[in-house]
């Protein structure tokens, strides 16, 4: 996972907001999952492979400020916070149950 945190928080702010990612790893259990940027959100997966897990919550930018926090698999709103850090500690603090290091493989491999 390192290689890919290591891409990750060198992307500049034309592919994600720097804080973003920065927000991210200060969290160890975060750290250990597969991240990735798309349309400017940082996802991250309990696996490296597609179709990536969709049950790590995600942090999305809001336009009046702050991020909601959501859960893919199951459509669940976490939160609703105002800065980035927030919004990971919300992410971190609702990882799925026995969530470990990214598995190489897929959903179906966990």
Do not use: N
Request: charged share 25%; with cysteine.
């Amino acid at each position: 996972m390192a290689t890919e945190w290591s891409a990750v928080l060198s992307f500049g702010p034309d592919r994600i907001a720097p804080a973003v990612p920065r927000a991210a790893y200060t969290h160890p259990p975060l750290r250990q999952l597969y991240p990735m940027v798309r349309h400017g959100v940082l996802y991250l997966s309990r696996c490296t492979q597609w179709p990536w897990t969709r049950d790590v919550g995600t942090a999305h930018p809001l336009v009046k400020g702050g991020y909601r926090v959501r859960r893919e698999s199951d459509k669940t709103l976490l939160g609703e916070v105002d800065t980035v850090e927030k919004a990971y500690e919300l992410v971190a603090a609702h990882l799925p149950e026995g969530c470990g290091p990214a598995i190489d493989g897929t959903p179906d491999d966990l």
